[in-house]
């Protein structure tokens, strides 16, 4: 499909200015087709692993 600025009207959430190429923590949301497990286990121990 080609680009067309009155379906695809999405605003950007990025910070004006910021370089995100730098190095430092981010945060990220991945979602999987019906919310299934798919990228990481879950444990009390190590939290979160991909």
Known sequence: MKYN???HNRRS????G????QAGAYFMTICTQNR???LFTWN???HRRL
């Open 5 to 7: 600025p009155e379906i």
């Open 18 to 21: 910021y370089d995100y190429s």
């Open 44 to 46: 009390y121990r190590n």
């Open 13 to 16: 959430i990025r910070l004006k």
């Open 36 to 38: 299934e497990c798919l």
